[in-house]
């Protein structure tokens, strides 16, 4: 799984290989801990031009469909797993038309030893930024109204498979990565051979989980109130 990850920089910096045409003016800043419910940057193409747009939007962590009565149900909708999209009606439309790339810095995991758990930080080993396959929603509040500039919720999800090396001895779920050379094809609403983008981003993810560096953080990440970058350094001996 994937329950927190960093964003250490914003904007372009983070995402220039993608050839982003259009920013969102209320991005977030950039953060060393976030979790569910939170708000990050997504990638999305946006189908309502031809060509779509390429935009960099603030989005919700945790998918609410346009079904949902309320945004509740996101909070357990913060990843999907890979293999079973399509028989998932949470996550099934967003697979075919609403597919997001959801750029990080890293992401952290804990790896169970006995009766402790023991936070990793997982990145690129160059700083390089690190995308993350995702869904994306639009929900509307039916408690505001149309003239209401937050009726409208756009929200995401982070896509998982099976781990594999290093990463695997850690935790058994991790991201599915996305190469750059890849997210066009990806985030192109228009594909409509949506399976075997799918199959081609699971088959190339564990290439690029053999490029990561991992070390022990402290476990002040537990805490989402906790925000610095001191929380991604290697963790002291905390007795």
């Known amino acids: ?59 919700r962590w945790g998918l609410v469909p346009p079904w949902a009565k309320d945004v509740k149900i996101g909070a357990r909708a913060f990843n999907a797993r890979s293999e ?82 290093r990463l695997g001895s850690i935790h058994d779920r991790m991201p599915l990565f996305v190469d750059p050379d890849h997210a066009d094809a990806w985030l192109d609403p228009s594909t409509e051979n949506v399976r075997d983008v799918l199959d081609a981003s699971i088959d190339a993810a564990p290439a690029i989980a053999e490029t990561l560096d991992d070390h022990v953080v402290s476990r002040a990440v537990g805490n989402v109130r906790n925000n610095s970058p001191e929380l991604i350094e290697p963790a002291r001996d905390e007795g």
Request: one cysteine or more; proline letters at 9%.
């Open 84 to 165: 079973e999209l399509e028989d998932k009606p949470m996550f099934r439309n967003a697979l075919g038309k609403r597919r997001a790339i959801v750029p990080a810095s890293g992401y952290y995991e804990w790896k169970t030893l006995g009766d402790v758990k023991v936070p990793h930080y997982i990145h690129p080993a160059d700083d390089a930024p690190l995308f993350f396959a995702g869904l994306y929603e639009w929900w509307k509040d039916p408690s505001k109204t149309d003239d209401d500039p937050e009726r409208w919720l756009l929200s995401f999800t982070i896509l998982t498979r099976d781990s594999i090396g």
């Open 1 to 59: 799984m994937c329950g927190r990850f960093v964003v250490a920089s914003a904007g372009s910096e983070l995402v220039g290989v993608l050839r982003v045409d259009v920013e969102g003016d209320d991005l977030p800043a950039p953060s060393f801990n976030i979790a569910p419910t939170a708000r990050a940057a997504i990638v999305i193409d946006s189908a309502k031009t031809d060509p779509p747009t390429r935009r960099l939007e603030s989005a």
